[in-house]
């Protein structure tokens, strides 16, 4: 039993979402929702919800327990709030999982991507990188000005906060633009974005959810993200300097060669880590790096 909610917890995958869209009409939606909902809180509460010792739990600690946390949101709100928290912990796992990982592509500048296939036959991409910002700094860039992205990033079209759950919590709309020389047409995502912050770190989750207001767009392919995250670590002796991690975990849907794809998301994840860099030159242009 245990097994199965944790499943259904963190699975916010494929057949999750597949099954949320066959539950479209609003009522029956609801009350799975809030069943889902139930069954967390209530495990938690019993101390049941075993999450993996190195998963730090200090963002719940400041915050008042799920209960209240949750006691004057509407099904709707509480919902995105768990599943944005069960994707940073499920995308966690992946991202700090220690085997099969291979050495994808290695830059001049020291970045580094890692792959590693998981099971069900998905790539994911692990880009490790050393920014000239403090995890803060990048907090407000990369999460709390996200509808600014696109300003500086050019693969990235528009991206539209949809709703906001508190101030840790949103789903957004994004639009990209056309990759690998047009080859792949403009993908639209929903995701639901959740940030948490632990001491020092700063921790982004998301993946891909559901909106009654927002169903595909006719003319775009709805990519997936599954869970996907961010980890932003002070350095040790620099503290205005951070560890980049990011996970991307993503099916970019359409019928595309699996070597073309996964060509242009390592390489994705490349460029955008040089426009974010170069937007952060223009934020301390005095030590450009
Ligand atoms: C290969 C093709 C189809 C996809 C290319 C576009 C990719 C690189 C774009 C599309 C949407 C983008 C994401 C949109 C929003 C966020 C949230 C922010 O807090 C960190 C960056 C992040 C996570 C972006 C990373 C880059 C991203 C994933």
């Known amino acids: 039993m245990l097994r199965a909610v944790l499943k259904l917890c963190c699975g916010i995958t494929y057949p999750h979402l597949r099954s949320m869209a066959g539950l479209q009409r609003a009522g029956l939606r609801r ?4 069943a889902f909902g139930q069954e967390i809180t209530h495990l938690q509460s019993r101390g049941q919800m075993v999450l993996p010792a190195w998963i730090p ?9 799920v209960e209240q946390r949750t006691a004057a949101l509407a099904d709707e709100d509480v919902f995105y709030l768990k599943q944005g928290e069960a994707a940073l912990i499920e995308a966690l796992k992946i991202v700090e999982s220690e085997d099969g990982w291979k050495l994808e592509m290695a830059e001049k500048n020291g970045d580094v991507i890692y792959s590693k296939v998981l099971t069900g036959n998905r790539k ?29 990033n050019p693969s990235i079209k528009r991206i539209k906060v949809l ?20 080859l792949i047409g403009q993908r639209d995502f929903l995701n ?19 909106m009654e207001s927002l169903p595909p767009q006719p003319g775009f392919v709805r990519a997936e993200d599954g869970p996907t995250c961010i980890i932003l670590q002070p350095l040790q002796d620099r503290p ?4 980049f991690i990011w996970l991307l975990n993503m099916d970019i849907r359409g019928w595309l060669p699996q ?3 996964n060509k242009a ?21 005095e030590n450009k790096s």
């Open 57 to 65: 739990l200090r963002w719940t600690e400041k915050t008042e327990p």
């Open 163 to 182: 709703k906001h759950v508190g101030r840790n919590t949103m789903v957004t709309h994004e639009v990209s633009v056309e990759m690998a020389g047009n």
């Open 265 to 285: 998301l390592p390489q994705a994840q490349v460029d955008f880590t040089k426009h974010l860099r170069r937007r952060l030159a223009t934020q301390h242009p």
């Open 240 to 243: 205005d300097r951070s560890r």
């Open 259 to 261: 070597s073309l794809v």
């Open 31 to 34: 009350a799975a929702l809030a």
């Open 124 to 152: 994911v991409f692990r880009l490790e990188a050393e920014l000239n910002a403090s995890p803060e700094e990048l907090h407000d860039i990369l999460f709390f000005r996200i509808e600014e992205i696109h300003e500086w």
């Open 192 to 210: 639901v974005r959740y940030s948490s912050k632990s001491e020092s770190r700063v921790y982004f989750g998301g993946a891909a959810t559901w």
